[in-house]
């Protein structure tokens, strides 16, 4: 799922301080599961946005909504339903959900309420760490199922590099190294001969460096 | 300030405000309990949210304070870290918007009748009082 955490207060203050009607938005995907952006951390932004307000003697209305998905131009449509109710929106899901607002909505004015992190994963309450990074191009048949792209600090394609200290990276000490990671995991599984094999060059233009990404599926399309 | 009666809410878990129940209102009074603090008890402190905090001070309140078990010793097991946790939480956002994070506070207390339940909320009032009004009221700006 997108990792994302809440930004500072003092700056969705600072960001919605010339309105007077502000919708925070939540959105029931992602930014639910990672505690983010759902209907409770709606709930708290919008109360702590009255009080900001209130303390400098503003006059703010804070409305409180979610949509299902904020990534979905079907979603956003729902938008309607607090027509005329707000003069922008605080949108508390991904980057994604801030855009779509922003393409759909040309007249809105929409801020994001959160910073988004990553691609990753919960290995505990309360913990999220980064297992991919959405390259457009995964080699994870040939690493074992750990991603060197994401997980090594260099992503590199041939590894480990001469940092590698322990099983542990040189950028710290608490950071594993993925690639000292695969060569455990491809012996475990009787194939560590593939470390032997030299990966090319690699094309980045899949990982965005060709411009923005888009995908159609046309059995989808009608 | 001195004529300044500060409105605590204070969120009580069922086993560590047997006291008020033992000695309900006057009693409580009797032994020297603010009649700033108002009283709200839940099952357990690991059930209040964020939200419900901060929702005290949206109601006005110059301070909140939750009084659960100890923390390892807690009758749901956890329930008293986890109100711990979101007291931390609230204490965070209330720097965050340059208000005095001592406003809001977290007790461990034994279960029963125990003399510190009166004597936090002597420390709370005193202290409240000492600060003045909430700034979260809008009332000095």
């Known amino acids: 799922m997108i990792i994302a955490e809440r930004k500072p207060i003092a700056e969705i203050v600072e960001m919605t301080r010339d309105h007077e009607k502000v919708l925070v938005l939540g959105c029931r995907g992602c930014v639910t599961v990672c505690s983010a952006g759902g209907d409770r951390e709606v709930e708290i932004l919008a109360s702590l946005l009255r009080l900001g307000a209130k303390k400098e003697g503003r006059k703010l209305e804070v409305q409180e909504g979610s949509l299902v998905r904020q990534c979905d131009k079907e979603y956003i449509d729902s938008l309607d339903s607090w027509q005329d109710g707000y003069d922008a929106i605080v949108s508390m899901a991904c980057g994604v959900g801030v855009n779509f607002i922003a393409n759909l909505r040309p007249s809105t004015m929409v801020y994001p309420g959160v910073n988004t992190s990553f691609f990753g994963g919960s290995p505990e309450q309360g913990f999220w760490t980064e297992q991919c990074a959405g390259c457009g191009n995964c080699v994870l048949h040939l690493t074992g199922g750990l991603c060197p792209v994401a997980r090594c600090a260099k992503s590199l394609m041939n590894g480990p590099c001469g940092g590698s200290q322990n099983g542990k990276c040189e950028i710290h000490q608490e950071v594993d190294c993925v690639w000292q990671m695969i060569h455990d995991r491809l012996e475990r599984l009787g194939r560590k001969e593939q470390m032997l094999d030299v990966a090319p060059i690699r094309d980045w233009r899949t990982a965005g460096h060709g411009g923005p990404r888009k995908t159609t599926r046309d059995d989808l399309t009608v | ?141």
Request: charge should be negative; proline fraction near 5%; charged fraction near 25%.
């Open chain 2, 1 to 141: 300030m001195s004529d300044f009666n500060p409105n605590i809410r204070a969120f009580c878990c069922h086993y560590t405000s047997q006291q008020t129940c033992a000695e309900g209102s006057e009693g409580l009074k009797q032994d020297g309990f603010p009649e700033s603090v108002s009283l709200f008890r839940v099952p357990c402190t690991g059930k209040i949210q964020v939200s419900t905090l901060l929702q005290a001070f949206e109601d006005g309140a110059d301070a909140v304070y939750v009084v659960g078990c100890p923390a390892e010793s807690c009758h749901n097991v956890k329930g008293s870290q986890r109100a711990a946790k979101r007291v931390g939480a609230v204490k965070q956002a209330l720097s965050e918007l340059d208000v005095e994070s001592e406003r809001i506070e977290m007790f461990h207390l034994e279960r029963g009748f125990h003399p510190e339940f009166v004597a936090v909320a002597q420390e709370m009032d005193k202290k409240i009082k000492k600060l003045g009004p909430s700034p979260l009221k809008g009332e000095s700006a």
